[in-house]
Protein backbone atom coordinates (compact mmCIF):
# COMPACT_ATOMS: atom_id res chain seq x y z
CA UNK A 1 0.00 0.00 0.00
CA UNK A 2 3.03 2.25 0.90
CA UNK A 3 4.67 1.20 -2.37
CA UNK A 4 1.61 2.62 -4.03
CA UNK A 5 1.20 5.82 -2.59
CA UNK A 6 4.91 6.53 -3.49
CA UNK A 7 4.47 5.48 -6.93
CA UNK A 8 1.49 7.84 -7.14
CA UNK A 9 3.52 10.72 -5.66
CA UNK A 10 5.74 10.67 -7.98
CA UNK A 11 3.41 11.00 -11.10
CA UNK A 12 1.74 13.80 -9.56
CA UNK A 13 5.11 15.52 -9.36
CA UNK A 14 5.60 14.70 -12.44
CA UNK A 15 2.60 16.12 -13.93
CA UNK A 16 3.66 19.24 -11.77
CA UNK A 17 6.61 19.92 -13.10
CA UNK A 18 5.20 19.66 -16.73
CA UNK A 19 2.83 22.38 -16.31
CA UNK A 20 5.49 24.28 -14.96
CA UNK A 21 7.30 23.67 -17.55
CA UNK A 22 5.03 24.55 -20.50
CA UNK A 23 5.35 28.30 -19.33
CA UNK A 24 9.14 28.17 -18.88
CA UNK A 25 9.20 27.01 -22.30
CA UNK A 26 7.26 29.95 -23.57
CA UNK A 27 9.17 32.39 -21.37
CA UNK A 28 12.71 31.40 -22.73
CA UNK A 29 11.72 31.09 -26.64
CA UNK A 30 9.14 34.36 -27.19
CA UNK A 31 11.52 36.04 -24.23
CA UNK A 32 14.48 35.96 -23.21
CA UNK A 33 15.85 34.55 -26.55
CA UNK A 34 14.29 37.79 -28.33
CA UNK A 35 15.18 39.94 -25.41
CA UNK A 36 18.60 38.60 -25.56
CA UNK A 37 19.01 39.09 -29.58
CA UNK A 38 17.69 42.13 -29.16
CA UNK A 39 21.10 43.34 -27.06
CA UNK A 40 23.25 41.66 -29.33
CA UNK A 41 22.07 42.79 -32.42
CA UNK A 42 22.24 46.42 -30.99
CA UNK A 43 25.89 46.32 -30.94
CA UNK A 44 25.74 45.09 -34.34
CA UNK A 45 25.31 46.63 -37.92
CA UNK A 46 22.81 43.93 -39.06
CA UNK A 47 20.93 44.63 -42.33
CA UNK A 48 17.45 43.62 -41.58
CA UNK A 49 16.91 40.07 -44.27
CA UNK A 50 20.26 38.62 -43.37
CA UNK A 51 21.67 36.25 -40.93
CA UNK A 52 22.10 38.01 -37.30
CA UNK A 53 25.23 35.63 -37.22
CA UNK A 54 26.91 37.56 -40.21
CA UNK A 55 26.13 40.84 -38.88
CA UNK A 56 29.27 42.89 -38.29
CA UNK A 57 30.08 43.30 -34.56
CA UNK A 58 30.41 47.68 -34.32
CA UNK A 59 30.13 48.12 -30.53
CA UNK A 60 28.41 51.05 -29.20
CA UNK A 61 28.32 53.26 -32.39
CA UNK A 62 23.88 52.24 -32.81
CA UNK A 63 24.31 54.21 -29.40
CA UNK A 64 26.47 56.90 -30.11
CA UNK A 65 24.71 57.65 -33.10
CA UNK A 66 21.08 57.37 -31.62
CA UNK A 67 22.18 60.13 -28.74
CA UNK A 68 23.14 62.43 -31.89
CA UNK A 69 19.99 61.97 -33.77
CA UNK A 70 17.48 64.68 -32.73
CA UNK A 71 14.92 63.07 -34.32
CA UNK A 72 15.25 60.31 -31.65
CA UNK A 73 15.21 62.86 -28.54
CA UNK A 74 11.84 64.57 -30.28
CA UNK A 75 10.43 61.05 -30.64
CA UNK A 76 10.98 60.40 -26.84
CA UNK A 77 9.91 63.50 -25.62
CA UNK A 78 6.62 62.86 -27.78
CA UNK A 79 6.13 59.58 -25.99
CA UNK A 80 6.38 60.99 -22.68
CA UNK A 81 4.09 63.62 -23.26
CA UNK A 82 1.34 61.36 -24.92
CA UNK A 83 1.39 60.15 -21.09
CA UNK A 84 -0.21 62.87 -19.61
CA UNK A 85 -3.03 61.09 -21.11
CA UNK A 86 -2.61 58.80 -18.10
CA UNK A 87 -3.48 60.87 -15.14
CA UNK A 88 -6.16 62.49 -17.13
CA UNK A 89 -7.59 59.06 -17.81
CA UNK A 90 -7.58 57.88 -14.62
CA UNK A 91 -9.26 61.35 -12.76
CA UNK A 92 -12.48 60.83 -15.78
CA UNK A 93 -12.90 57.05 -15.06
CA UNK A 94 -12.48 57.23 -11.33
CA UNK A 95 -15.80 60.27 -10.96
CA UNK A 96 -17.34 57.87 -13.55
CA UNK A 97 -17.01 54.93 -11.95
CA UNK A 98 -18.36 56.43 -8.74
CA UNK A 99 -21.48 57.53 -10.45
CA UNK A 100 -22.20 54.15 -12.11
CA UNK A 101 -21.75 52.47 -8.90
CA UNK A 102 -24.60 54.05 -6.91
CA UNK A 103 -27.18 51.35 -7.40
CA UNK A 104 -28.87 53.82 -9.77
CA UNK A 105 -31.21 52.96 -12.53
CA UNK A 106 -30.31 52.24 -15.68
CA UNK A 107 -26.39 52.43 -15.12
CA UNK A 108 -25.45 48.77 -16.82
CA UNK A 109 -26.55 50.55 -20.29
CA UNK A 110 -24.36 53.48 -19.09
CA UNK A 111 -21.17 50.84 -18.59
CA UNK A 112 -22.11 49.28 -21.51
CA UNK A 113 -22.02 52.43 -23.67
CA UNK A 114 -18.69 54.01 -22.07
CA UNK A 115 -16.83 50.05 -22.87
CA UNK A 116 -18.10 50.48 -26.51
CA UNK A 117 -14.94 52.45 -28.09
CA UNK A 118 -12.42 49.61 -26.41
CA UNK A 119 -13.92 47.31 -28.43
CA UNK A 120 -14.03 49.28 -31.60
CA UNK A 121 -11.76 49.01 -34.09
CA UNK A 122 -8.48 51.68 -33.41
CA UNK A 123 -9.05 52.34 -37.50
CA UNK A 124 -12.56 53.30 -37.20
CA UNK A 125 -11.76 55.25 -33.83
CA UNK A 126 -8.89 57.09 -35.07
CA UNK A 127 -11.20 57.61 -38.93
CA UNK A 128 -13.93 59.14 -37.05
CA UNK A 129 -11.45 61.52 -34.58
CA UNK A 130 -9.49 62.55 -38.16
CA UNK A 131 -12.94 64.12 -39.53
CA UNK A 132 -14.03 65.27 -36.26
CA UNK A 133 -10.76 67.29 -35.76
CA UNK A 134 -10.82 68.60 -39.60
CA UNK A 135 -9.85 72.34 -39.76
CA UNK A 136 -12.64 72.82 -41.89
CA UNK A 137 -15.91 71.05 -41.54
CA UNK A 138 -14.57 69.16 -38.24
CA UNK A 139 -17.27 69.01 -36.05
CA UNK A 140 -15.34 70.34 -32.71
CA UNK A 141 -14.52 73.34 -35.32
CA UNK A 142 -17.90 73.99 -36.07
CA UNK A 143 -18.92 73.70 -32.62
CA UNK A 144 -16.21 76.15 -31.15
CA UNK A 145 -17.37 78.71 -34.01
CA UNK A 146 -20.81 78.01 -32.79
CA UNK A 147 -20.20 79.27 -29.22
CA UNK A 148 -18.54 82.06 -30.31
CA UNK A 149 -15.01 81.25 -30.88
CA UNK A 150 -13.77 82.70 -33.79
CA UNK A 151 -10.68 81.28 -34.68
CA UNK A 152 -10.72 77.48 -33.10
CA UNK A 153 -7.52 75.53 -33.25
CA UNK A 154 -6.17 73.97 -36.40
CA UNK A 155 -6.14 70.77 -34.90
CA UNK A 156 -4.25 68.42 -37.73
CA UNK A 157 -1.61 70.95 -38.95
CA UNK A 158 -0.82 72.81 -35.77
CA UNK A 159 2.60 70.96 -33.78
CA UNK A 160 0.89 72.45 -30.93
CA UNK A 161 -2.36 71.05 -30.94
CA UNK A 162 -1.82 67.38 -32.66
CA UNK A 163 -0.72 65.45 -29.88
CA UNK A 164 -3.89 66.61 -28.11
CA UNK A 165 -5.89 65.07 -30.69
CA UNK A 166 -3.88 61.41 -29.76
CA UNK A 167 -4.40 62.09 -26.03
CA UNK A 168 -7.78 62.73 -26.50
CA UNK A 169 -8.76 59.86 -29.01
CA UNK A 170 -6.42 57.62 -25.91
CA UNK A 171 -8.59 58.94 -23.66
CA UNK A 172 -11.85 58.22 -24.74
CA UNK A 173 -11.01 54.66 -26.13
CA UNK A 174 -8.87 53.52 -22.96
CA UNK A 175 -11.52 55.03 -20.33
CA UNK A 176 -14.30 51.74 -20.49
CA UNK A 177 -11.33 49.99 -19.45
CA UNK A 178 -10.47 51.58 -16.56
CA UNK A 179 -13.91 52.20 -15.33
CA UNK A 180 -14.93 48.28 -15.07
CA UNK A 181 -11.31 48.34 -12.94
CA UNK A 182 -12.52 50.93 -10.70
CA UNK A 183 -16.22 49.83 -10.20
CA UNK A 184 -15.09 45.72 -9.67
CA UNK A 185 -12.39 47.42 -7.12
CA UNK A 186 -15.61 49.34 -5.55
CA UNK A 187 -17.65 46.53 -5.05
CA UNK A 188 -14.61 44.46 -3.42
CA UNK A 189 -14.50 47.14 -0.40
CA UNK A 190 -16.37 46.01 2.13
CA UNK A 191 -19.95 47.99 3.59
CA UNK A 192 -18.82 48.60 6.99
CA UNK A 193 -16.55 51.14 5.93
CA UNK A 194 -19.27 53.14 4.72
CA UNK A 195 -21.77 52.23 7.28
CA UNK A 196 -19.43 53.08 10.23
CA UNK A 197 -18.53 56.47 8.28
CA UNK A 198 -22.98 56.86 7.83
CA UNK A 199 -23.20 57.16 11.73
CA UNK A 200 -20.29 59.43 12.37
CA UNK A 201 -22.03 61.94 9.89
CA UNK A 202 -19.24 61.57 6.72
CA UNK A 203 -21.18 63.09 3.75
CA UNK A 204 -20.42 61.13 0.41
CA UNK A 205 -17.48 63.60 -0.92
CA UNK A 206 -15.62 62.86 2.25
CA UNK A 207 -16.09 58.81 2.17
CA UNK A 208 -15.36 59.08 -1.51
CA UNK A 209 -12.14 60.74 -0.73
CA UNK A 210 -11.14 59.07 2.58
CA UNK A 211 -12.77 55.54 2.27
CA UNK A 212 -12.98 54.96 -1.50
CA UNK A 213 -9.43 56.58 -3.15
CA UNK A 214 -7.43 54.74 -0.77
CA UNK A 215 -8.84 51.85 -0.99
CA UNK A 216 -8.80 51.80 -4.76
CA UNK A 217 -4.94 52.26 -4.87
CA UNK A 218 -3.68 48.40 -5.97
CA UNK A 219 -6.34 49.30 -9.03
CA UNK A 220 -4.69 52.67 -9.78
CA UNK A 221 -1.53 51.68 -9.11
CA UNK A 222 -1.77 48.43 -11.54
CA UNK A 223 -3.69 51.04 -14.24
CA UNK A 224 -0.61 53.54 -14.05
CA UNK A 225 2.03 50.79 -14.83
CA UNK A 226 -0.19 49.38 -17.77
CA UNK A 227 -0.95 52.74 -18.72
CA UNK A 228 3.21 53.63 -18.53
CA UNK A 229 4.02 50.69 -20.60
CA UNK A 230 1.15 50.95 -23.16
CA UNK A 231 2.19 54.77 -23.75
CA UNK A 232 5.52 54.21 -24.46
CA UNK A 233 4.56 51.58 -26.78
CA UNK A 234 2.35 54.19 -28.52
CA UNK A 235 2.60 53.54 -32.65
CA UNK A 236 -1.04 52.60 -34.58
CA UNK A 237 -2.79 55.83 -33.69
CA UNK A 238 -0.26 58.42 -34.33
CA UNK A 239 0.15 56.97 -37.68
CA UNK A 240 -3.73 56.59 -38.73
CA UNK A 241 -4.62 59.97 -37.72
CA UNK A 242 -1.94 61.62 -39.16
CA UNK A 243 -0.61 61.54 -42.66
CA UNK A 244 3.27 60.58 -41.45
CA UNK A 245 5.15 62.08 -38.60
CA UNK A 246 2.67 64.64 -38.41
CA UNK A 247 3.10 68.65 -38.88
CA UNK A 248 7.07 69.36 -38.13
CA UNK A 249 7.44 65.59 -36.57
CA UNK A 250 4.82 66.49 -33.64
CA UNK A 251 3.15 63.25 -33.39
CA UNK A 252 6.30 61.05 -34.30
CA UNK A 253 7.29 58.22 -31.53
CA UNK A 254 9.78 56.47 -30.42
CA UNK A 255 8.85 53.06 -31.46
CA UNK A 256 7.49 55.13 -34.71
CA UNK A 257 11.85 55.62 -35.11
CA UNK A 258 12.31 52.50 -34.01
CA UNK A 259 9.97 50.62 -36.57
CA UNK A 260 11.09 52.68 -39.16
CA UNK A 261 14.79 52.03 -39.14
CA UNK A 262 14.25 48.46 -38.56
CA UNK A 263 11.50 47.66 -41.53
CA UNK A 264 11.87 50.71 -43.56
CA UNK A 265 15.60 51.93 -44.06
CA UNK A 266 16.87 48.45 -43.05
CA UNK A 267 18.84 49.56 -39.65
CA UNK A 268 17.77 46.07 -37.96
CA UNK A 269 21.27 47.12 -35.46
CA UNK A 270 20.20 50.52 -34.96
CA UNK A 271 16.56 49.73 -34.27
CA UNK A 272 17.58 47.26 -31.49
CA UNK A 273 19.71 50.04 -30.08
CA UNK A 274 16.68 52.27 -29.67
CA UNK A 275 14.48 49.05 -28.30
CA UNK A 276 16.68 48.68 -25.45
CA UNK A 277 17.01 52.20 -24.56
CA UNK A 278 13.07 52.24 -24.92
CA UNK A 279 13.18 48.93 -22.95
CA UNK A 280 15.85 50.20 -20.51
CA UNK A 281 13.77 53.47 -19.76
CA UNK A 282 10.68 51.61 -19.03
CA UNK A 283 12.04 48.88 -17.03
CA UNK A 284 13.56 51.67 -14.64
CA UNK A 285 10.21 53.78 -14.49
CA UNK A 286 8.22 50.51 -13.37
CA UNK A 287 10.74 49.39 -10.91
CA UNK A 288 10.40 52.77 -9.24
CA UNK A 289 6.34 52.78 -9.09
CA UNK A 290 6.81 49.43 -7.54
CA UNK A 291 9.31 50.46 -4.98
CA UNK A 292 7.07 53.43 -4.04
CA UNK A 293 3.87 51.39 -3.93
CA UNK A 294 6.04 48.70 -1.60
CA UNK A 295 7.21 52.26 0.22
CA UNK A 296 3.68 53.24 0.76
CA UNK A 297 1.89 49.92 1.80
CA UNK A 298 4.79 49.78 4.19
CA UNK A 299 4.07 52.84 5.84
CA UNK A 300 0.13 52.48 6.37
Same mark, same amino acid.
Given at each position: ??????????????????????????????????????????????????? $??? *?? %?? #? +?? =?? &?? !????????? /???????????????????????????????????????????????????????????????????????????????????????????? $??? *?? %?? #? +?? =?? &?? !????????? /???????????????????????????????????????????????????????????????????????????????????????????????????????????????
Amino acid at each position: MKRKKSYFHVWDNIWGYAFVLIPLIGLVVFVLIPLCMTVYASFTSWPLGQS $ITS *AK %WV #G +LD =NY &IT !MFNTPLFWK /SLGNTFFYMIGIPIGLVLSLIYAALMNRGTRYEKVFRVIYYTPVITSTVAVSFIFQRMFMSDGGVINTYLSAIGIKNPPNWMSHPAYTKWVI $IIM *AV %WK #G +LG =NS &II !MYIAGMQGI /SKTYYEAAKIDGAGWFYTFRKITVPLLMPVTFYLVVTGIIGGAQMYVEPRLVFAGNGPANSTFTTVIHLYDNTFRYSKAGYGSAVATVLGVIVFVITAFQFYMNGRRERNE
